[in-house]
């Protein structure tokens, strides 16, 4: 079974300097990684996702997340924060399987990572 | 594209009724949906699956009576929640996903049962 580690619930940075929420995961064989937003009474938005290639993947609101597969992690970061990447943040996980079916494309979330951006 | 729409967005109801939630993948066919239930500030927790045209695969401890989903094509799934209670308030979404990798979130329902 996969699993997934946000070890920070809160993390605090002030605006303009670079962030980094942490990720880990655990899963049988290659993983598909994937970092989602979720503002307040919003479902979540996809910012980025890792399925193979270069380690480091470039998604939405300038946010970018290196996979590192010796320390199975997956950190999300971003140069400059701003106030409005205040949000919850979730680092998920689903394993690469040769058969995909329904259940199959299941994703194990991480318990979420409160960003508040300080101005 | 990729967009999947909930409705009602929030919700309140008395308890001993029952709700329906719906979830619409508006621009492509999901033969796949998921229902996630979440409390504030927690992650998701995945409460069933579904795939078109058969019945859903709950998780363990989710009672299948009372949390009744139908995805009867394949841009609907429903989620209905019978003879609520106060317990059974929180915010619920749905996402859903084609043959690709990826899933697709809707906005969520905030349910409060008084």
């Known amino acids: 079974a996969q699993s997934v580690a946000q070890p920070e619930d809160q993390v605090n940075v002030a605006e303009g300097n670079p962030l980094t929420v942490k990720c880990t995961y655990s899963?049988?064989?290659?993983?598909?990684l994937f970092w989602y937003v979720q503002y307040p009474n919003r479902g979540l938005q996809f910012l980025l996702k890792y399925i193979t290639g270069d380690n480091l993947v470039k998604g939405s609101y300038g946010f970018e997340a290196e996979f590192n597969k010796s320390q199975t992690s997956f950190h999300l970061k971003k140069p400059s924060a701003l106030v409005s990447d205040s949000a919850l943040y979730f680092c998920a996980v689903r394993p690469i399987l040769l058969i995909s079916s329904g259940s199959a494309r299941q994703l194990t979330f991480g318990s979420g990572t409160q960003l508040t951006v300080l101005p | 594209g990729a967009v999947v729409s909930q409705h009602p967005s929030w919700v309140i109801c008395k308890s001993g009724t029952s709700v329906k939630i719906e979830c619409r993948s508006l621009?492509?066919?999901?033969?796949?949906m998921f229902w996630y239930r979440q409390f504030p500030k927690q992650s998701l927790m995945l409460m069933a699956t579904?795939?078109?045209?058969?019945?859903?695969?709950?998780e363990q401890g989710v009672e299948k009576d009372k949390f009744l989903i139908n995805h009867a094509s394949l841009t609907l799934s429903t989620l209905t929640v019978t003879s609520a209670h106060p317990e059974d308030s929180s915010f619920y979404i749905c996402s859903a996903s084609s043959v690709s990798y990826e899933q697709y979130f809707g906005p969520g329902t905030r349910l409060t049962v008084t």
């Open positions: 579904s795939n078109e045209g058969s019945k859903a695969t709950y």
């Open positions: 621009d492509f066919q999901a033969t796949t």
């Open positions: 899963v049988s064989g290659n993983p598909y």
